[in-house]
């Protein structure tokens, strides 16, 4: 069973940073690519970011590279996101996803039906 919780959002000025973090409390985080998406009021959910099962690749939406990074720890199970030099566009919620599918070292999908898994979110805004 994949449970996922997010945790780190926040209000934070423009320019500045905040850390989210995803912990999955099951047993098969090792074996998944894992995803940011957000969502913003109004708006569609997104795709943020993503990083394949081994680490060893990542994915960025044009709107973050550069700014954010994605990283994982699989003996903690946990994944997350740094971001930096943020703007009032960023406000959002934001959700991790789990995709069971894709191969260990596989570029992860930026497509948010590849993801079988969804946290609950954590809102995130900054304030300009």
């Known amino acids: 069973q994949v449970q996922l919780v997010e945790s780190g959002g926040g209000v934070v000025q423009a320019g500045g940073s905040l850390r989210l973090s995803c912990v999955d409390s099951?047993?098969?985080?090792?074996?998944?690519?894992m995803g940011w998406f957000r969502q913003a009021p109004g708006k569609e959910r997104e795709f943020v970011a993503a990083?394949?099962?081994?680490?060893?690749?990542?994915r960025y939406a044009d709107s973050v590279k550069g700014r954010f990074t994605i990283s994982r720890d699989n003996g903690k199970n946990t994944v997350s996101l740094q971001m930096n030099s943020l703007n009032p566009e960023d406000t959002a919620v934001y959700y991790c996803?789990?995709?069971?599918?894709?191969?260990?070292?596989?570029?992860?999908?930026?497509?948010?039906?590849?993801?079988?898994?969804w946290g609950q979110g954590t809102r995130v805004t900054v304030s300009s």
């Open positions: 099951g047993r098969t985080f090792s074996l998944s690519a």
């Open positions: 990083i394949s099962a081994s680490g060893s690749a990542r």
């Open positions: 996803a789990a995709d069971q599918k894709t191969g260990l070292f596989s570029v992860p999908s930026s497509a948010w039906s590849a993801y079988d898994y």
